[in-house]
């Protein structure tokens, strides 16, 4: 059986880069329907053919949005539970701004950017998953926060983009503490250094031979939107480095509470 046979899942930010990679990569793991959402609709086509072609069982809802805007959220989430019978099993919160590009300092860095990046990368995954929550009481779910090594490390010049991971991280943390026991279960996954267009938005001197292809990163994702990982919140994960050894550990230690609790307490 493949591991997302008959999932449910939304993708934000499907159009191109490392969402679009999952997307292809969860509808060839069987994913029963993908809802794609970003704002450019030519590109968002694009990858609903590419699914089609590559697996045709996959119900594939394309959602061109600016999820900037709260309304556009409210309208992507009301949008997906119709189309899906109010199921919902996997969120990934993947869609993101970087912000000016050269990226200026703090100083220097314009107020109504740093709000759209905010809005973009912070606000709109709160009010996405809090959309969404409510459905998945039901059956339990997997909410997936794509954040980043400038989320746990304020580097310079990174500004509203690095800023608004922090705060994502916060907001998986709080989410995953609050949701603990519901079997919604919340992580955040640092994909590492991509070779995509925000990459190289970021560092246009850089090499991008030296960066991941989105391709190479997608494992992770599989696996907490799989229920291979049901007993998996909370945890922060490394897409090119520890996650499986995070994810081992995790499990042996949900194992050994298991297995201590005392008789009569179960
Ligand atoms: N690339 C890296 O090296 C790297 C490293 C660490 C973390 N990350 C994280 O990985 C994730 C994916 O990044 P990526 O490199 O694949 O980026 P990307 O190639 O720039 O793709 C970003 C996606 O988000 C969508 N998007 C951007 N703003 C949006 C908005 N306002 N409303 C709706 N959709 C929007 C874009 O589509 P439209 O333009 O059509 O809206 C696109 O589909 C992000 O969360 C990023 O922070 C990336």
Not at 44 to 69: G, K, M, N
Not at 143 to 157: E, F, L, Q, R
């Amino acid at each position: 059986m493949k591991r997302l046979e008959g999932k449910h899942i939304l993708i934000t930010g499907a159009s191109k880069g490392l969402g679009r990679q999952l997307a292809l990569e969860f509808a060839r793991e069987g994913a029963a329907a993908l809802s794609l959402v970003a704002r450019h609709a030519d590109r968002l086509y694009q990858v609903r053919e590419e699914i089609r072609s590559l697996s045709p069982r996959t119900r594939v809802l394309a959602l061109p949005a600016d999820l900037r805007h709260s309304k556009a959220v409210e309208r992507v989430a009301a949008a997906t539970l119709a189309e899906f019978e109010g199921r919902v099993d996997v969120v990934v919160n993947n869609a993101s701004a970087l912000g000016p590009s050269p990226m200026p300092y703090l100083l220097d860095y314009p107020l109504e950017e740093f709000r759209r990046v905010l809005d973009t990368n912070l606000i709109a995954p709160f009010l996405l998953t809090r959309k969404l929550v409510p459905g998945m009481l039901a059956r339990g779910g997997s909410i997936i926060n794509v954040t980043s090594d400038a989320g746990v490390t304020g580097y310079p010049g990174w500004g509203a983009y690095g800023i608004s991971k922090f705060g994502l991280e916060g907001l998986s943390q709080t989410w995953a503490a609050e949701l603990e026991g519901t079997g919604i279960r919340v992580n955040w996954v640092d994909p590492g250094n991509l070779n995509t267009d925000m990459h190289r938005a970021a560092e246009p001197d850089g090499d991008p031979a030296e960066w991941a292809d989105p391709a190479s990163v997608t494992e992770a994702f599989v696996y907490l939107a799989s229920d291979a990982s049901a007993p998996v919140s909370g945890k922060r994960f490394r897409a090119q480095e520890d996650w499986l050894s995070v994810a081992a550990a995790d499990e042996a230690k949900q194992g050994t509470e298991r297995d201590s609790v005392p008789a009569g307490r179960e």
